[in-house]
């Protein structure tokens, strides 16, 4: 399977140095056909933000915002930081919720137009009044139109609607068809062999700078909870993310013994959420398996249980989907059982462990909560994967559920690597040296150095040319100030240059909102 896929920890960790672009959602809520993707869409959207609120770690969805079109466009969530606003966020749900289901809405043409046109420019007055002071680098914001009707019919509409409209900020517009159930599974559909991305040609898309994606997913809850899900990866393409170094002795014919190594630019993605940054799961300090080391004292009540549910076949078992610390399960030496139970449950033991390598099975085991009783509800559930070894053991390690995976694909490659290539990869890959195992007694990190020049570090001494200060206080407003947002604005025509020289000084600021904003305020 896919070995080698697994989340990445420490400074390489895609949380530490990834960041998403803020996003705007204008949901199609067209009757009649809202009526059968109502409850799906809201189910999806409640069970995404409980993640991306709960999230711990970097900000991966710093703001969004939602519009929905009926019979015309409104904004029903302004720009929002998204972590710490999950009572806001459903309550815009509960208004997707109330909208009309039934009946025969006859929306303006141009709704999806002024929609994108209006969340484009809140956008910019919340980049202008908010984010100046923080953004790294100059924002631009991501639009996904979700819809029920035809995806195609709505790119055509939307860029010929907005041939004259400034998409500076926008640094992505996608339109997101949800399909009736029959398009992705019917084999004669024209979809049916296509990818769930479609990318229209240049002469379809004519919208300047911009590339508008076409998407299309079923409707039922998993499959649009997935769609939001990916708003929690790094898709970018501004740099790579990792730089694989071979090493270069194979060249020595024609280069000197300090050429520059092979470099393999590459991207990382996770592959499933850290459930670690999730507050209140059963991977938490007190849950999480590998904990026990560290309760005291020790009884009963703190031994673990792992009810085993299903044999696998070693090869069905993709290694992305483990996680966490694996641990080493050996028979028991506890001193408190006789010896002829000892003897019998290690000889259980040893073929247990010949069996499954026998049959080359792995076990899926789920915890059983230590304390059982009539009701475990708002209790969540850990499954292991126990894999067998040559000795007297047995490795465990967690494996992901289905709230935790994120979207992702590993297409085959199409054929054969070129012959040149492939000979100079192998001719990299010769001049390695091989061990048959990898022993971490002889690799050293330089920990201890490391530690010790902490700890010979003068306590309370500062460097030269630094005084003590007190501490600054963030996020402080005064107290007769709120934090103000920007709230939905009507569309201002562009005005010509003649007629804005000419507009009365008080005309123009009555354009402009009236942001009250102190200078101490953080938003992020």
């Known amino acids: 399977m896919h070995q080698g896929h697994g989340a990445i920890q420490g400074p390489l960790s895609p949380a530490h140095v990834w960041r998403q672009p803020p996003r705007l959602l204008i949901v199609d809520a067209a009757l009649p056909s809202w009526a059968r993707v109502c409850s799906n869409l809201c189910e999806a959207l409640q069970n995404f933000f409980s993640l991306a609120c709960s999230l711990g770690g970097p900000i991966r969805m710093p703001l969004f915002s939602m519009y929905v079109v009926q019979s015309q466009h409104e904004c029903i969530l302004p720009f929002v930081q998204v972590k ?41 007055q919340y980049s202008r009044h908010v984010m100046a002071s923080t953004a790294p680098r100059s924002p631009s914001v991501e639009i996904t139109v979700l819809t029920c009707q035809s995806g195609k019919e709505i790119v055509k509409q939307l860029e010929g609607e907005l041939q004259d409209t400034d998409m500076v900020s926008l640094r992505r517009l996608q339109v997101t068809e949800i399909s009736k159930g029959d398009v992705l599974e019917s084999k004669d559909s024209p979809w049916h062999s296509q990818a769930p991305i479609e990318e229209l040609s240049p002469d379809e898309c004519s919208i300047l700078g911009t590339d508008i994606d076409l998407q299309i997913i079923e ?107 694996p641990l080493i399960i050996r028979p028991t030496s506890c001193w408190q059982l006789d010896w002829d139970e000892l003897e019998t449950n290690q000889q259980h033991f040893h073929a247990l462990c010949h069996s499954l390598q026998k049959r080359d099975w792995l076990l899926l085991a789920k915890r059983e909560p230590s304390s059982p009783g009539p009701s475990q509800n708002g209790h969540t559930s850990t499954f292991y994967i126990i894999f067998p070894s040559s000795s007297l053991t047995m490795l465990v390690k967690a494996v992901a559920t289905c709230e935790l995976l994120l979207p992702s694909s590993f297409p085959l490659p199409p054929e054969d690597p070129p012959e040149h290539i492939l000979r100079r990869v192998e001719n990299t890959l010769d001049s390695l040296e091989v061990q048959s195992t990898y022993n971490p007694l002889q690799i050293k990190g330089h920990l201890y150095e490391h530690l010790r020049s902490i700890l010979s570090k003068p306590q309370g001494l500062l460097a030269p040319g630094h005084e ?47 942001l009250l904003l102190s200078d101490d305020e953080q938003f992020f």
């Not at 606003?85 to 006859?106: K, Y």
């Not at 003590?468 to 240059?497: E, I, M, Y």
Request: proline fraction near 9%; charged fraction near 20%.
């Open 84 to 124: 710490g606003n999950f009572v806001r966020l459903q309550a815009c749900i509960s208004e997707l919720r109330l909208l009309p289901r039934e009946g025969i809405c006859q929306a303006q043409r141009s709704c999806l137009n002024l929609a994108v046109q209006d969340g484009l420019q809140q956008f910019k």
């Open 219 to 325: 409707n039922d809850p998993v499959s649009i909870e997935s769609f939001f899900k990916a708003w929690l990866q790094d898709n970018g393409t501004d740099q790579e993310h990792l730089h694989l170094l071979l090493p270069s002795q194979c060249f020595s014919n024609f280069s000197s013994p300090r050429a520059e190594p092979m470099c393999l630019k590459c991207d990382l993605q996770e592959r499933l959420l850290n459930p670690a940054l999730l507050p209140g799961t059963a991977e938490s300090p007190r849950g999480d398996l590998s904990s026990f080391y560290q309760m005291a004292p020790q009884s009963a009540a703190s031994c673990y249980r792992l009810r085993v549910i299903k044999a696998l076949e070693s090869r069905g078992v993709c290694e992305s989907v483990t996680y966490g610390l």
């Open 468 to 514: 003590l200060r007190p501490p600054r206080q963030v996020g402080r407003l005064h107290p007769n100030r709120a934090r103000a947002t920007v709230s939905p604005l009507p569309l201002v025509p562009t005005l010509a240059p003649s007629r804005a020289q000419k507009m009365p000084a008080a005309k123009k600021a009555s354009l402009e909102p009236a």
